[in-house]
Nanobody, 113 residues
Framework: QVQLVASGGGLVQPGGSLRLSCAAS????????MQWYRQASGSEREWVAT???????AYADPVKGRFTISRDNTNTAMYLQMNSLKPEDTAVYYC???????WGQGTQVTVSS
């Protein structure tokens, strides 16, 4: 059974950085495009970033230039490096495999002074 386990969230001050990880069972990281989504309290879940099998990346406008999505060389995990964090980045972050329709459990990111 395929599983996604997200981690790395926490409390950080504005301007700080966090690195989220999404550990994936099997070899899905190398076989499917993977995404990060986020959902702020009271808001709909929104797409954040995508990395394809060929390592092509795409970002939502609010995070472009600040966030970087990547995969590790063993293809067992995906990451989201988040820099210059803003209070509006506060949300639960989820990893997702669109081709399988599988979501990770989410990790809370809070940006506050």
């Amino acid at each position: 059974q395929v599983q996604l386990v997200a981690s790395g969230g926490g409390l950080v001050q504005p301007g700080g950085s966090l690195r989220l990880s999404c550990a994936a069972s099997g070899s899905i990281v190398s076989r499917y495009a993977m995404q990060w989504y986020r959902q702020a309290s009271g808001s709909e879940r929104e797409w954040v970033a995508t990395i394809t099998k060929g390592h092509t990346t795409a970002y939502a406008d609010p995070v472009k230039g600040r966030f970087t999505i990547s995969r590790d060389n063993t293809n067992t995990a995906m990451y989201l490096q988040m820099n210059s964090l803003k209070p509006e980045d506060t949300a639960v972050y989820y990893c997702y495999v669109e081709g399988l329709g599988i979501w990770g459990q989410g990790t809370q990111v809070t940006v506050s002074s």
